[in-house]
């Protein structure tokens, strides 16, 4: 007597090419987006104005998508995670159109804080499928392709800003995603048939509000004081205080939610404490080189924004390279030292960047933007597996999204905080069309993210030691 037929595990398994597929076409919307709005940066503010005001376009779209994460999260578990990725997708759209057809600098980050709520359902949710429809065996194999779309994003994506921007055409970087955002969409709708396993949650409503509205309050005061208002003024005392006020009760809220949107009980353990503060700093980095570097360039040497594109492309491709050749270091001398050399790496090329950027040169930005990605791509990984490996499966989701949450908001906050600097010292100059204070100003920058370099290698080297560094030191 033969066993009978799973016809639905036969339709899944047939399906889960064009799912993949799909899953690959949205990552790699999210992924392109991240970095194919930097180098179209001076094209924009030509058009809309507001050079002061465009790194809230980085911020209102990292914030969005590390608040939301955890909400969609937890939603996928009550409502099924096809209906919530083909809501991010839609979101993910709909902010795209918006965006392309903005008429001002306000406008278009209004409709950037649409795009990020998208992609905060998008990128957890395709990797959340995965988990779903392949086995523990098949994941390695099917995640390096994931991953994979996000190597190549990080190329293209620059690229293709600086040309749509060197055609004088930057509304595209945003209507391109439309007939992608519909074929991933429709690929869904089509082939995942979705078998829900669902258990009900109780949404931390009250954490999602006062941590959006603590961020907020800090990156409005970061970006908008000595611009919109001195930085000795009621407005900027309004905004530092209420995000202070916010982020204090959200930690009190936090502490007895059933579910906590952002567990902070597990800071309190060393490993996962210092691994969340390696992943702040990674996320400041990353964003401080890739939002700025592009302006830089083409307003110091007035280059074609294709080339600022391309040496700002070293960063995110040498990333890649590094994490897929990682695993074998850590599993020979330990997490915390591979961290520690990652961190090593990119506190350098920091470094040299900050004491050369006085004299632009792209070759020399592509040279050092590939090794401060390596040496993060070295650190990033093995922070994450290491916080993973110290917990069970009952808290890996959580430990594994405050990592996530952390990147995103040190980007978010990152941002800021470099944007700050960089209006200060422009507001005291001759203005964002004169390359000497382009130049000044970005020296600023640079020179704080190498302080953030150094305060994230020192949060590296505070990571308790691990078994394979017991046992061989």
């Not at 000795?232 to 009760?249: E, R």
């Not at 959200?250 to 210092?274: G, K, N, Q, S, Y």
């Not at 020192?458 to 560094?469: G, I, K, N, Q, T």
Request: charged content about 10%; aromatic content about 10%; hydrophobic content about 55%.
């Amino acid at each position: 007597m033969t066993a009978p037929v799973d016809r639905a595990s036969i339709g899944l398994r047939s399906a889960r090419g064009p799912i993949l597929g799909a899953l690959m076409l949205a990552t790699g919307l999210i992924a392109i987006d991240a970095t194919i709005l930097a180098t179209a940066v001076p094209s924009i503010v030509r058009d809309l104005g507001s050079y002061q005001q465009f790194p809230w376009l980085f911020s209102v779209y990292l914030l969005a998508q590390a608040v939301s994460v955890p909400i969609y999260s937890r939603f996928a578990d009550t409502v099924g995670r096809k209906p919530i990725i083909l809501l991010g997708i839609a979101l993910f759209l709909l902010g795209s159109v918006l965006c392309g057809f903005a008429w001002s600098m306000p406008a278009l980050i209004l409709f950037r804080l649409i795009q990020g709520l998208g992609a905060g359902a998008v990128a957890p949710m395709a990797m959340t499928i995965v988990g779903d429809i392949y086995t523990v065996a098949e994941r390695a194999k099917v995640q390096g392709y994931i991953a994979s779309v996000w190597a190549i994003s990080s190329v293209v994506g620059p690229a293709l800003g600086g040309i749509f921007a060197q055609l004088d055409a930057w509304r595209w970087i945003f209507w391109v995603n439309i007939p992608l955002c519909l074929i991933a969409a429709w690929m869904l709708q089509l082939k995942y048939k979705e078998e829900k396993q669902t258990r009900r949650h109780r949404i931390d409503y009250a954490g999602a509000v006062l941590l959006t509205i603590g961020l907020t309050g800090l990156i409005l005061g970061m970006l908008e004081g000595g611009n919109a208002w001195d930085w000795i003024s009621v407005p900027s005392a309004l905004c530092f205080g209420v995000g202070v006020v916010a982020l204090a009760f959200f930690a009190m809220v936090e502490r007895r939610a059933a579910e906590p949107i952002v567990d902070l009980r597990l800071a309190a353990r060393p490993l996962i404490l210092t691994t969340t503060l390696v992943s702040l700093g990674v996320g400041a980095l990353m964003i401080g080189v890739t939002s700025f570097a592009p302006a830089y360039l083409e307003g110091s040497l007035g280059i074609a924004p294709l080339l600022s594109g391309l040496a700002v492309a070293a960063l995110t491709l040498g990333w890649p390279i590094a994490a897929a050749n990682v695993g074998r270091l850590y599993l020979r001398i330990g997490f915390r030292r591979t961290t520690l050399i990652g961190m090593s790496i990119a506190t350098f090329a920091a470094t040299v960047l900050a004491a050369v950027s006085s004299w632009p040169n792209p070759f020399v930005m592509s040279v050092i933007a590939f090794v401060l990605g390596f040496g993060l791509g070295w650190s990033a990984a093995p922070t994450l597996i290491a916080a993973q490996s110290s917990v069970g499966w009952g808290e890996r989701g959580a430990v594994t999204g405050m990592n996530a949450f952390a990147r995103s908001a040190g980007s978010a906050v990152g941002v800021a905080v470099f944007g700050a600097i960089s209006n200060a010292v422009i507001a005291q100059g001759a203005g964002a069309d004169d390359p000497e204070t382009i130049i000044h100003a970005s020296v600023w920058v640079f020179v704080a993210v190498a302080a953030t370099a150094m305060l994230t290698l020192l949060a590296a080297a505070f990571m308790p030691r691990d078994h394979v560094e017991e046992h061989s030191g």
